[in-house]
């Protein structure tokens, strides 16, 4: 599977849009972009995926660059409720029999 | 629904103890998997099923780690017999399409 590459931190004040960056330059054809998080003691979220067109939903916007190198996932409007780890995983295939391999993510910090 | 569904939520054992993690999918899904996070290794997968078949153990640190899925609405994950280095929070997850969805995590320590 491709690898991915997060910044292990970041901050954004509350209600400005928080942009979580997110390298995968060895992403093959095939290879999905998912976004999970997880806020403290809690289990993992899904979040988005996309292949390559921008996707939007009502938690977040995923930004995929046109080589899909790289993406950015868009909290448009950060709460408190968002402070969590964020994680960037590319998997094979849509469908549940691929695995989700995670990493050490990035930890958003959305301060008052 | 009410999610996946995992018991118990804590779990203090002693070493040598046998211990068994419980987890109720969400129904209707045919996907299960099994994850273990600890602050050293992160969330690692350790199994997962399909139509209550295990189709990739390879995250299974060792045979003292077995799970099982008797049937569509329940697996359970054993450790026997279980050291201090297993201590950590497992999450059952469960899934149709793409997305997992995980429940809330036991919390294990094995004094």
């Known amino acids: 599977d491709a690898k991915t590459t997060q910044p292990p931190s970041m901050d954004c004040a509350e209600g400005r849009a928080a942009n979580l960056p997110c390298n995968h330059s060895?992403?093959?054809?095939?290879?999905?972009v998912y976004w999970y998080r997880q806020i403290h003691s809690q289990g993992p979220q899904y979040i988005i995926h996309?292949?390559?067109n921008n996707e939007t939903n009502e938690m977040a916007s995923l930004i995929i660059t046109e080589d899909r190198k790289s993406s950015t996932l868009i909290l448009p409007h950060a709460t408190l409720r968002d402070t969590a780890v964020y994680y960037c995983?590319?998997?094979?295939?849509?469908?549940?029999?691929?695995?989700?391999?995670f990493g050490k993510g990035i930890t958003l910090s959305v301060r008052p | 629904d009410a999610g996946v569904i995992q018991s118990p939520r804590h779990e203090v054992t002693e070493m040598g103890q046998e211990v068994t993690l419980r987890c109720k999918p969400i129904?209707?899904?045919?996907?299960l998997f099994w994850y273990r996070q600890t602050m050293m290794r992160g969330l690692e997968l350790l199994i997962y099923?399909?139509?209550?078949?295990?189709?990739?153990d390879s995250g299974m640190p060792e045979d003292r780690f077995s799970a099982k899925m008797p049937n569509a609405s329940f697996s359970t994950l054993k450790i026997q017999p279980s050291e201090p280095r297993d201590s950590a929070v497992y999450f059952c997850a469960s899934s149709l399409f793409d997305e997992q969805f995980f429940g809330p995590g036991t919390r294990l320590t094995v004094l």
């Open positions: 060895t992403i093959s054809g095939n290879e999905y």
């Open positions: 995983i590319v998997r094979p295939q849509t469908g549940a029999n691929s695995k989700l391999t």
């Open positions: 129904s209707g899904h045919d996907y």
């Open positions: 099923f399909n139509n209550n078949v295990p189709i990739d």
């Open positions: 996309g292949l390559k």
